[in-house]
């Protein structure tokens, strides 16, 4: 039996698109404790990863001065 809160927050839930629904179920799912839930990661990020991991494949990492750049930039 739920809360009239948590039926609340579900009903309010349902609403949502289907992505923040799922993303919103992970979230309750940890927090009862079932640590075993995944992130799914997004179709724009699932091809960020793997362009990334195409770029380490060839050994295209930023050079000290690129990191030192972008540093600069929030250094105090």
């Given at each position: 039996?739920?809360?009239?809160?948590?039926?609340?927050?579900?009903?309010?839930?349902?609403?949502?698109?289907?992505?923040?629904?799922?993303?919103?179920?992970?979230?309750?799912?940890?927090?009862?404790?079932?640590?075993?839930?995944?992130?799914?990661?997004?179709?724009?990020?699932?091809?960020?990863?793997?362009?990334?991991?195409?770029?380490?494949?060839?050994?295209?990492?930023?050079?000290?001065?690129?990191?030192?750049?972008?540093f600069?930039k929030?250094?105090?």
């Amino acid at each position: 039996m739920m809360t009239e809160l948590l039926e609340h927050a579900i009903e309010r839930l349902r609403s949502l698109p289907p992505e923040a629904q799922d993303d919103f179920a992970l979230i309750l799912l940890r927090l009862a404790g079932e640590d075993g839930v995944a992130y799914r990661l997004t179709a724009e990020e699932e091809a960020d990863l793997d362009n990334a991991d195409a770029e380490a494949g060839r050994g295209d990492f930023a050079t000290d001065a690129d990191v030192n750049a972008v540093f600069s930039k929030y250094r105090l």
